[in-house]
């Protein structure tokens, strides 16, 4: 849609059209454990429209110097693996390691986040 005619559309107007959207059970909880807004509505459309979720603004300083930390590690085997066109074993576990280690860094943040705006 141009941005003449969606210029023309009133943001205020009744929210009358509903959008379905289909998940498993498995997504439908990571999404619960996510939603940083009251009701699922009102978070997904921030999130569908570019807003900036409330809890979004908030970042967690020991969140960004851990990962600080992981990126210079990946760094460091990138450069490896550049250097020796290879990645060992014990490289690709690192690698997976500082992947779980990102995965539950972020999850713990997201659940503190929540937690903490209800």
Do not use: F
């Not at 498995?26 to 939603?35: A, F, G, M, T, V």
């Not at 009701?39 to 570019?50: E, G, H, I, V």
């Not at 967690?60 to 450069?79: F, M, V």
């Amino acid at each position: 849609m141009s941005q003449k005619k969606l210029h023309k559309l009133d943001a205020k107007s009744p929210r009358t059209i509903e959008l379905t959207l289909r998940v498993n059970a498995y997504e439908h909880e990571l999404i619960k454990q996510r939603q940083t807004e009251k009701t699922m509505s009102k978070w997904l459309r921030n999130l569908a429209l570019d807003s900036k979720p409330s809890a979004l603004s908030k970042a967690d300083p020991d969140l960004i110097r851990h990962i600080g930390r992981i990126g210079s590690n990946l760094n460091q085997i990138a450069k490896y693996a550049n250097i020796n066109e290879r990645l060992d074993k014990e490289t690709l576990n690192e690698i997976t390691a500082i992947r779980k280690e990102l995965h539950k860094l972020i999850e713990s943040n997201l659940k503190n986040t929540k937690g903490g705006s209800s």
